[in-house]
């Protein structure tokens, strides 16, 4: 039986990487036969989350290590040296996010033809429109030229001439994929078991974003837009994107008269576990393609809050714009 390793980077990547090995699907593997190698981030509340992530992963009889990749000095050749021969012997690479550089980085060590993606939502629209045209995998919000890995990527990630490529996504009925791809549904069944049904109260809380944090919009306007927003809709919590700046957070807290609530784990499993308000209002994000799945049957009305290309940065690239028009669309 095929012994498959998987490579991820952040607690939606991992809790996805669960669904694909433990949710209700044809063709799931056997847990027991998966290995996950988490390379860690430098920012505390990821790295924390990571670990709730993977002492879950482990209670389902999967494996997880952990690599302080970027944090320590002797992280990275230490990493290579532990991941090598586990990329050179996996028989199916699974990885989180086909734009990291240091993913990019390792795909070639891989020997395997049998990749698999399991997304987190709103990288797919990107990745099938990039590979599609034959372009280098970059980040939507980056600009300037495209690093040679990043083209080394595209064309090892494109199906065909023996290589194969599933894309696990919420995304599956917009997806389109070069000739040989497969598309599989992610509808978060292994989450809704393990977690669900959870509280509804009543009332309404707001979903973050980290807009301000990749550079999009200005610190002072979102914060702006965030009191105006729990004013118009009575909100009583906020639910913090995990890369959102705690200073940011505290005047948020303050001047908008919110709850601040810091998740543990990916927001999907938090609302889950509940309670949860009978309405959320969130900003452009993944969660408005997940969470309609994950809080399907319980009555939580999900909205996003407007169109915020408005609150972008002047400097803020066409290509940023439009692709937040289309999550919004979505």
């Known amino acids: 039986m095929t012994r498959t390793l998987a490579l991820v980077e952040s607690p939606a990547q991992l809790l ?43 209670a389902e009889g999967i494996r997880v290590g952990l690599h302080d990749i970027r944090r320590v000095p002797a992280g990275f050749p230490r990493a290579l040296a532990a991941l090598a021969p586990k990329l050179a012997g996996a028989g199916r690479l ?82 389109r994929l070069p000739p040989g791809g497969i598309a599989s549904a992610n509808t978060y069944s292994w989450a809704r078991q393990r977690y669900g049904p959870p509280q509804v109260r009543p009332g309404v809380d707001v979903i973050g974003t980290s807009l301000v944090e990749t550079g999009l919009i200005d610190p002072e306007r979102y914060v702006r837009e965030i009191i105006s927003l729990a004013d118009e809709v009575n909100a009583e919590r906020y639910f913090a994107h995990r890369r959102e700046d705690p200073d940011k957070l505290r005047l948020i807290a303050e001047y908008a008269e919110l709850e601040v609530v810091r998740p543990e784990l990916p927001l999907e499993l938090e609302l889950l576990k509940g309670p949860v308000a009978e309405t959320l209002v969130s900003m452009p994000s993944t969660v408005l393609h997940t969470l309609p799945l994950v809080l399907a049957g319980t009555g939580v009305e999900i909205t996003v809050c407007g169109d915020v290309t408005d609150w972008l940065q002047p400097d803020a690239s066409e290509r940023a714009t439009a692709f937040l028009e289309e999550v919004i669309r979505k």
């Open 94 to 175: 699974v990885i989180g996010d086909p734009f990291s550089g240091l993913i990019q980085w390792l795909l070639p060590l891989a020997r395997t033809r049998n990749l698999v993606l399991v997304d987190d939502g709103t990288a797919t629209l990107e990745l099938s429109r990039e590979l599609l045209a034959g372009r280098p995998l970059v980040r939507w919000h980056r600009t300037g030229s495209a690093p040679a890995a990043a083209a080394r990527a595209a064309r090892r990630i494109t199906p065909g001439h023996g290589r194969q490529l599933e894309v696990f996504s919420c995304l599956t009925a917009d997806l």
């Open 16 to 58: 996805n990487l669960l669904e694909w090995a433990l949710g209700e699907r044809d063709g799931a593997p056997d847990p027991a036969r998966c290995e996950v190698a988490v390379l860690l981030p430098r920012d505390a509340t990821t790295r924390h989350q990571l670990g709730v992530m993977a002492e879950l992963a482990r």
